[in-house]
C-alpha cells in the first residue's frame, strides 16, 4: 500500500457526497486493487473509495502509510518524525517497519496536526 497526500485527486475516484462526517485525506495505491481515495471515516477508520465503493483497509498497514507519507511530503527524517512526537528514534523506526503499532494517540495527533477532523 503506498498513501499519496498532497496534490491528490480523489474527486476523480467518487463525484457524489462522501459518507457523512467523512473526510478525503489523500489517494491510496494497492497491489491488484489500484488506486482510489483515501477516506477518513466519520468513525475514525481508513477506507478507499473507487467508482462509488468504499473498501475497509487494514487499518495498522494504512496509518503506518500514512505516517510514511506524511514524513516524506513534509522532508522529515526519522529522527525529526521522533522530535515532533516526543518519542525516540527507535519508536519511529518501529513505526515505519512495523514492528509497532502506530495509532493510539500518536495516529490521533497526526491526524490533527493535519487538520484531517477526527469526529
Known sequence: ?????KNHHGRLYHAAPLPSGSRMI????????GSGALVLLASGRFAQLNAGT??????AEAARELLKAWAAENGLTQAEVADRFGVSANAVASWFSGRRSFGGAA????????DFQLF
Open 54 to 59: 468504499l473498501t475497509s483497509l487494514d487499518q
Open 26 to 33: 489523500g489517494e491510496v495505491t494497492r497491489q491488484r486493487v
Open 1 to 5: 500500500m503506498k498513501i499519496k497526500l
Open 107 to 114: 495516529l490521533k495527533l497526526l491526524l490533527m496536526m493535519n
